[in-house]
């Protein structure tokens, strides 16, 4: 027992700080296909710019501080900047920031020439710090399995960005789970609070049902746990991702 206390303290007090280092991410979501050419558009033709192209796709890359230090403006390499890269294959059309962690903390991106490569700059004297981002939305043309990533080095944190999950993060709104996720949680509270008080009122009569008290104990045991994952899976993002964006 005293090694299990002294686990989960070492282990709590490592999390901590983890925490107060620069944690620079980024997580990239599911590509979505606005528009295709194929056999069976006939003659129809996409232009962008006036420029032939076969798709156009739309995705959103969230780039933010996870850690407990802030990423100050100076930290970034001036000879190996922050940019945003594409794939090969994959050509970026246009790319903006449409969302930031607060007003004052603004970017802006660049052309560089470097593969598609567009530079992210942070807007006047500025930092990114704890939570602190911003979520760039991408039209591009490739394909459904384009890759996006985020280079440049960072003074003092040689791994730079780290790309994470887009569904561990970002927090799910869509408008089906508004309505199914307190439904399911109350019915399975109701059925958690039904198995709890058969228990109790068996407990308090005496009732000698050793395997029935099992069985029941366990359903409520397993009721329990599917409400934290669903709690998790839906609101896990206010806790451990981006509480600011959306999707």
């Known amino acids: 027992m005293t090694g299990i206390i002294i686990g989960i303290s070492v282990a709590v007090v490592l999390y901590f700080a983890a925490k107060a280092e620069v944690e620079p991410k980024y997580a990239v979501q599911n590509s979505r296909l606005l528009a295709e050419v194929t ?17 156009l796709y739309s995705t959103d890359i969230l780039m933010w501080n996870a850690g407990g230090n802030y990423l100050d403006k100076s930290m970034f390499s001036e000879t190996d900047r922050l940019r945003l890269c594409p ?3 994959t050509r ?4 903006r920031f449409i969302n930031s962690s607060r ?20 807007v006047g004297d500025e930092a990114i710090e704890s939570g602190d981002g911003g979520l760039i939305n991408v039209l591009f043309s490739g394909n459904q399995d384009s890759e996006f990533t985020i280079n440049g080095r960072i003074k003092g944190y040689k791994n730079g960005f780290q ?9 799910k709104m869509d408008n089906t789970a508004k309505f199914l996720f307190p439904v399911i949680v ?13 228990i109790t009122k068996r407990l308090i009569n005496d009732d000698d049902n050793s395997k029935f ?4 104990s366990g359903s409520c045991f397993i009721m329990i746990l599917s409400i934290l994952y669903v709690i998790y899976d839906r609101y896990g993002a206010l806790v451990f991702g981006v509480p600011w964006v959306t999707s």
């Open 39 to 55: 056999d069976k558009t006939g003659d129809l033709t996409l232009l962008w710019k006036k420029n032939k192209i076969d798709n």
């Open 103 to 122: 007003e004052n903390l603004q970017f802006s991106l660049d052309e560089n020439g470097e593969k598609d490569c567009l530079y992210i700059n942070i």
């Open 186 to 198: 109350i019915l399975q509270l109701l059925m958690c609070g039904y198995l709890f008080i058969s």
């Open 163 to 171: 790309v994470v999950e887009w569904d561990e993060v970002v927090l």
């Open 213 to 216: 008290d099992y069985v029941m």
């Open 92 to 95: 970026i059309l246009q790319a």
């Open 87 to 89: 794939n090969e294959n």
